[in-house]
C-alpha cells in the first residue's frame, strides 16, 4: 500500500501553531489530513473504495466537465489539483492556492452521491464561513470531504483503489485520517489467504500432537526464552495472544496468574486448544478471529486494554500483517508493547529473493498433512509497518538454533506504542 495522508514532524511550525491554541478550537484536527464533520460523522471507521480521479492541474472542474462522470455511488471523487506537489504543506503558497469549487459544480457532484470528495489541498472552497458552507453542503447529501492528501504517486491513474481510515471519535470537528492507495498485492495470487486458512484447518491436529503440552525445543530454547525477556509478563497484566496455536504460551502465562485472550484464525486450532487448555478457564479466553479483517479485531476490544501483546512465530504465515499493527495499536493501553517473534528474512527462506516481497510453500514440522505458505517480507518492510502505526522498537533480538551460532533463524522484536 501507497501512503497518501500527511505526517508531521514535531517540530512543524503547524504542530507548535497548533500546541499554541486554546483546545476549545480543535485545531490538532484540522491539520495534516483531515474529513471535516461539522454535522455528521461518517458510519465507519474504515473503508474500502474505489475513487475516480479528476485532472485539476489545469484549473477545478466546471459543470460541463463533470458531465461524463458517471455514478460515484459508494466511490470517492479525488481532485488531483497538484497544489501538495508544487507547494509544501503548511506555506503561505499552499493556503492561498485556489482550489474553490462553484457551486453549481459542487452540486452536480453531490448529484452523483460519492461517499467522499479527496483532494490535495486545503479545502474545496476559500477559507471562513464558506468553506464551513461547503463542507456542510456535502454532508447534507452524504459526503464528506478529505483535505490535505498527497496524490503525488496517482500520476495518470484515473481510477484509484483507496483504504481510508477514520478516527471518528476524535473530539475535533477535524477528525485525522490516513489514507493508502491500495496496490496490488506482492504476492502470487495462487496461494490466497484462504487457501492457507485451509492448509492450518488440515494441519491443526498433527500441530497440536506434535506441539504437545511443552511446545518443541525449537520454542522451549530458542524462542520462548527471548520473548520472555522483552514481554517481562507479571500479574496484572492482560495479554493478547495472537496466532495462538495449540495455545501452549497461554497456558505457560496463566500458570504465572496472568490473564489472557488468545486467538487463532483456525476454527479447528481453537477446538483443540479450548480443550487442551481447558484447566485454565478462569485465566484464558479463547476466540476465533482473523488479523486480516478489521471487524475481526475490534471485537477483540473488552472492557479493560490490553497492556501487553504477543505473537509467537506467526508473522510470516499472515498474507496481510497492515490491519495487524493497526488493530494491535489500538487495543493496547498507553505505553503497551507487542512482542512478535518470526523467521529471520535474511537467513530463512526457499527463494533467492530478499527485498521483494513475495510467497512460497514449506513446512513448519516434517510431515505435517499439508504445506503451509509462507509470506516473505525484508527487515525493512516489518520495521516499516511498526513505525507506520505508531510504534517504536526498543528491543531486538536475533536467535540462532542446534550447533550452528552464527546463522540466526529468528528475530525477536518488542515494538512499544507511541503514538505522537
Given at each position: 500500500?501507497?501512503?497518501?495522508?500527511?505526517?508531521?514532524?514535531?517540530?512543524?511550525?503547524?504542530?507548535?501553531?497548533?500546541?499554541?491554541?486554546?483546545?476549545?478550537?480543535?485545531?490538532?484536527?484540522?491539520?495534516?489530513?483531515?474529513?471535516?464533520?461539522?454535522?455528521?460523522?461518517?458510519?465507519?471507521?474504515?473503508?474500502?473504495?474505489?475513487?475516480?480521479?479528476?485532472?485539476?492541474?489545469?484549473?477545478?472542474?466546471?459543470?460541463?466537465?463533470?458531465?461524463?462522470?458517471?455514478?460515484?455511488?459508494?466511490?470517492?471523487?479525488?481532485?488531483?489539483?497538484?497544489?501538495?506537489?508544487?507547494?509544501?504543506?503548511?506555506?503561505?503558497?499552499?493556503?492561498?492556492?485556489?482550489?474553490?469549487?462553484?457551486?453549481?459544480?459542487?452540486?452536480?457532484?453531490?448529484?452523483?452521491?460519492?461517499?467522499?470528495?479527496?483532494?490535495?489541498?486545503?479545502?474545496?472552497?476559500?477559507?471562513?464561513?464558506?468553506?464551513?458552507?461547503?463542507?456542510?453542503?456535502?454532508?447534507?447529501?452524504?459526503?464528506?470531504?478529505?483535505?490535505?492528501?498527497?496524490?503525488?504517486?496517482?500520476?495518470?491513474?484515473?481510477?484509484?483503489?483507496?483504504?481510508?481510515?477514520?478516527?471518528?471519535?476524535?473530539?475535533?470537528?477535524?477528525?485525522?485520517?490516513?489514507?493508502?492507495?491500495?496496490?496490488?498485492?506482492?504476492?502470487?495470487?495462487?496461494?490466497?489467504?484462504?487457501?492457507?486458512?485451509?492448509?492450518?484447518?488440515?494441519?491443526?491436529?498433527?500441530?497440536?500432537?506434535?506441539?504437545?503440552?511443552?511446545?518443541?525445543?525449537?520454542?522451549?530454547?530458542?524462542?520462548?526464552?527471548?520473548?520472555?525477556?522483552?514481554?517481562?509478563?507479571?500479574?496484572?497484566?492482560?495479554?493478547?495472544?495472537?496466532?495462538?496455536?495449540?495455545?501452549?504460551?497461554?497456558?505457560?502465562?496463566?500458570?504465572?496468574?496472568?490473564?489472557?485472550?488468545?486467538?487463532?484464525?483456525?476454527?479447528?486450532?481453537?477446538?483443540?486448544?479450548?480443550?487442551?487448555?481447558?484447566?485454565?478457564?478462569?485465566?484464558?479466553?479463547?476466540?476465533?478471529?482473523?488479523?486480516?479483517?478489521?471487524?475481526?479485531?475490534?471485537?477483540?476490544?473488552?472492557?479493560?486494554?490490553?497492556?501487553?501483546?504477543?505473537?509467537?512465530?506467526?508473522?510470516?504465515?499472515?498474507?496481510?500483517?497492515?490491519?495487524?499493527?493497526?488493530?494491535?495499536?489500538?487495543?493496547?493501553?498507553?505505553?503497551?508493547?507487542?512482542?512478535?517473534?518470526?523467521?529471520?528474512?535474511?537467513?530463512?527462506?526457499?527463494?533467492?529473493?530478499?527485498?521483494?516481497?513475495?510467497?512460497?510453500?514449506?513446512?513448519?514440522?516434517?510431515?505435517?498433512?499439508?504445506?503451509?505458505?509462507?509470506?516473505?517480507?525484508?527487515?525493512?518492510?516489518?520495521?516499516?509497518?511498526?513505525?507506520?502505526?505508531?510504534?517504536?522498537?526498543?528491543?531486538?533480538?536475533?536467535?540462532?538454533?542446534?550447533?550452528?551460532?552464527?546463522?540466526?533463524?529468528?528475530?525477536?522484536?518488542?515494538?512499544?506504542?507511541?503514538n505522537l
Amino acid at each position: 500500500m501507497q501512503q497518501l495522508h500527511i505526517k508531521l514532524e514535531v517540530d512543524s511550525p503547524l504542530i507548535q501553531w497548533v500546541n499554541a491554541q486554546a483546545d476549545s478550537i480543535g485545531a490538532r484536527g484540522h491539520i495534516g489530513t483531515h474529513l471535516d464533520c461539522y454535522t455528521t460523522v461518517p458510519e465507519k471507521e474504515e473503508y474500502q473504495i474505489k475513487g475516480i480521479v479528476i485532472d485539476c492541474t489545469a484549473g477545478m472542474p466546471s459543470m460541463d466537465s463533470m458531465a461524463h462522470i458517471g455514478s460515484l455511488k459508494n466511490k470517492a471523487l479525488i481532485l488531483h489539483t497538484g497544489n501538495l506537489e508544487h507547494n509544501r504543506y503548511g506555506t503561505e503558497e499552499y493556503f492561498n492556492k485556489d482550489t474553490t469549487l462553484c457551486k453549481v459544480s459542487l452540486h452536480t457532484i453531490l448529484s452523483k452521491k460519492p461517499l467522499f470528495i479527496i483532494i490535495d489541498s486545503h479545502g474545496i472552497a476559500e477559507k471562513g464561513k464558506r468553506h464551513i458552507e461547503f463542507d456542510k453542503i456535502c454532508e447534507a447529501n452524504g459526503c464528506h470531504v478529505i483535505e490535505n492528501v498527497d496524490l503525488s504517486c496517482i500520476g495518470n491513474q484515473k481510477e484509484v483503489p483507496l483504504k481510508i481510515l477514520i478516527n471518528i471519535n476524535h473530539k475535533s470537528t477535524g477528525k485525522p485520517c490516513e489514507l493508502y492507495s491500495i496496490l496490488e498485492s506482492c504476492f502470487d495470487n495462487t496461494s490466497s489467504h484462504e487457501d492457507s486458512l485451509k492448509a492450518w484447518e488440515a494441519n491443526a491436529d498433527f500441530w497440536d500432537e506434535s506441539m504437545g503440552e511443552n511446545s518443541n525445543e525449537f520454542q522451549r530454547l530458542t524462542v520462548r526464552p527471548i520473548v520472555n525477556e522483552l514481554l517481562k509478563a507479571t500479574q496484572g497484566d492482560y495479554i493478547l495472544d495472537i496466532a495462538c496455536g495449540n495455545g501452549n504460551y497461554s497456558g505457560y502465562l496463566a500458570e504465572q496468574g496472568i490473564d489472557v485472550l488468545a486467538f487463532d484464525y483456525s476454527q479447528r486450532m481453537v477446538e483443540l486448544t479450548r480443550k487442551r487448555q481447558a484447566r485454565f478457564n478462569d485465566r484464558i479466553e479463547f476466540c476465533v478471529a482473523d488479523v486480516t479483517k478489521y471487524e475481526d479485531m475490534m471485537s477483540l476490544k473488552r472492557n479493560k486494554p490490553f497492556t501487553k501483546a504477543v505473537s509467537n512465530m506467526a508473522i510470516m504465515d499472515i498474507s496481510d500483517i497492515d490491519n495487524l499493527f493497526r488493530c494491535v495499536n489500538k487495543l493496547l493501553a498507553e505505553n503497551g508493547y507487542f512482542v512478535f517473534s518470526t523467521q529471520h528474512p535474511c537467513f530463512v527462506t526457499l527463494t533467492n529473493k530478499y527485498m521483494t516481497k513475495h510467497n512460497y510453500y514449506g513446512e513448519a514440522i516434517e510431515g505435517q498433512p499439508q504445506k503451509q505458505c509462507y509470506y516473505h517480507r525484508s527487515l525493512q518492510d516489518i520495521f516499516e509497518i511498526c513505525f507506520r502505526h505508531g510504534f517504536i522498537i526498543d528491543g531486538f533480538y536475533e536467535a540462532c538454533f542446534g550447533n550452528d551460532r552464527e546463522r540466526p533463524v529468528v528475530i525477536i522484536i518488542r515494538a512499544k506504542k507511541h503514538n505522537l
